[in-house]
């Protein structure tokens, strides 16, 4: 492989996924392979921007988010995809990486499903790399699980594999179904355990860990069956008894892990009520206290009141959101 020792820059953006069947639990932590598959919705409403230059001056990787240098695992994350792509384009000069995010990071708000499909599509295009959907996809996948999906817009299926080249994520035909996701905005400050971190103890000590690992086998086929059919109302009861079970096992894990506020229940209660009077909502939630709620677009406004007013929380009304794209090519 050459060595390549000029300038390059490239822009890329990249739009949150949330999971409908989640994605929960490693078996391989280097090649960040699942123990399950799990099926996304991108959103329109949230999304990173994140600009490469790998730069033959630069002493050392610079990385900074919003404005602010990163440091510690945070940097040591991106510095280490950063090396991936680097053995994979032969360059051998250091980066300057500046992301930008309009949602809030590190609130279980699949941020990093965002910021590391934005920086696989910039990163691998500044490093002379031209990859298909599917080879950004399993780069992508090396950064964050879930970004692996943002790669795709619409609904996206990350299949779990069995190696490297078996673990990437695609597109889900989807019938022009259109639903929003109000998004309750609980707290959007720093969670008080990682996800990764999270994840391992669940899956390392949480007895109700594998009896949910095969029932989201099952949530699974049937999620791209009713996304195929545009059915919303199959696609919630499947999302939301998912992600409940997703968080029993972490309550089950030893020590327990628990990001569900009072808020965040008083926000689920408000959503067994809007069904009660006839309105499909639906929850979500990835690891944090905030909720998705899938609803049709026409009751986006009295979902978010109730939802609002519920937890007196702000909420953002999110539709289905576009691919990750290039927005500077080197």
Same mark, same amino acid.
């Given at each position: 492989?050459?060595?390549?020792?000029?300038?390059?820059?490239? %822009?890329?953006?990249?739009h949150?996924?949330?999971?409908?069947?989640?994605?929960?639990?490693?078996?391989?932590?280097?090649?960040?392979?699942p123990c399950?598959?799990?099926?996304?919705?991108t959103?329109?409403?949230?999304?990173?921007?994140?600009?490469?230059?790998?730069?033959?001056?630069?002493?050392?990787?610079?990385v900074?988010?919003?404005?602010?240098?990163?440091?510690?695992?945070?940097?040591?994350?991106? %510095?280490?995809?950063?090396?991936?792509?680097?053995?994979?384009?032969? $360059?051998?000069?250091?980066?300057?990486?500046?992301?930008?995010?309009?949602?809030?990071?590190?609130?279980?708000?699949?941020?990093?499903? *965002?910021?590391?499909?934005a920086?696989?599509?910039?990163?691998?295009s500044?490093?002379?790399?031209?990859?298909?959907?599917?080879?950004?996809?399993?780069?992508?996948?090396?950064g964050?699980?879930?970004?692996?999906?943002?790669?795709?817009?619409?609904?996206?299926?990350?299949?779990?594999g069995?190696?490297?080249?078996?673990?990437?994520?695609?597109? &889900?035909?989807?019938?022009?179904?259109?639903?929003?996701?109000?998004?309750?905005?609980?707290? %959007?400050?720093?969670?008080s355990?990682?996800?990764?971190?999270?994840?391992? $103890?669940?899956?390392?000590?949480?007895?109700?860990?594998?009896?949910?690992a095969?029932?989201?086998?099952?949530d699974?086929?049937?999620?791209?069956?009713?996304?195929? $059919?545009?059915?919303?109302?199959a696609?919630?009861e499947?999302?939301?008894?998912?992600?409940?079970?997703?968080?029993?096992?972490?309550?089950?894990?030893?020590?327990?892990?628990?990001?569900?506020?009072?808020?965040?229940?008083?926000?689920?209660?408000?959503?067994?009520?809007?069904?009660?009077?006839? &309105? *499909?909502?639906y929850? %979500?939630?990835?690891?944090?206290?905030?909720?998705?709620?899938?609803c049709?677009r026409?009751?986006?406004?009295?979902?978010?009141?109730? &939802?609002?007013?519920?937890?007196?929380?702000p909420?953002?009304?999110?539709?289905?959101?576009?691919?990750?794209?290039?927005?500077?090519?080197p």
């Amino acid at each position: 492989m050459p060595v390549m020792t000029g300038d390059a820059q490239a %822009t890329a953006v990249a739009h949150v996924n949330v999971a409908l069947v989640k994605y929960w639990g490693k078996r391989d932590a280097e090649l960040v392979l699942p123990c399950t598959g799990s099926l996304s919705m991108t959103l329109d409403a949230f999304w990173t921007t994140t600009t490469v230059r790998f730069c033959a001056e630069a002493g050392d990787d610079q990385v900074t988010l919003d404005g602010v240098p990163l440091a510690g695992g945070p940097r040591r994350r991106v %510095t280490e995809f950063l090396d991936l792509v680097r053995s994979r384009t032969g $360059r051998i000069g250091k980066a300057v990486v500046d992301s930008a995010n309009t949602v809030p990071t590190g609130a279980g708000l699949a941020s990093s499903s *965002s910021g590391f499909a934005a920086l696989a599509m910039a990163a691998s295009s500044a490093g002379g790399l031209d990859l298909d959907a599917t080879a950004l996809s399993r780069l992508a996948r090396r950064g964050s699980g879930s970004a692996s999906r943002s790669v795709f817009g619409g609904f996206a299926l990350w299949h779990a594999g069995q190696d490297d080249a078996s673990s990437y994520a695609e597109p &889900v035909p989807s019938a022009g179904f259109e639903p929003v996701m109000v998004v309750a905005l609980v707290d %959007t400050g720093h969670k008080s355990v990682h996800s990764r971190d999270a994840m391992q $103890r669940t899956v390392e000590s949480s007895p109700l860990y594998w009896a949910w690992a095969d029932s989201a086998a099952v949530d699974l086929t049937q999620m791209r069956c009713a996304v195929a $059919r545009g059915d919303l109302d199959a696609v919630g009861e499947i999302a939301e008894r998912n992600a409940l079970g997703m968080h029993a096992t972490m309550l089950a894990a030893r020590p327990a892990i628990r990001y569900l506020a009072p808020a965040t229940v008083a926000v689920l209660d408000s959503v067994l009520e809007l069904r009660r009077a006839g &309105v *499909s909502a639906y929850a %979500t939630m990835d690891a944090g206290p905030n909720v998705k709620v899938l609803c049709h677009r026409a009751d986006a406004d009295v979902v978010a009141e109730a &939802v609002s007013a519920s937890a007196g929380c702000p909420t953002a009304v999110a539709g289905v959101g576009p691919a990750a794209r290039l927005v500077v090519k080197p």
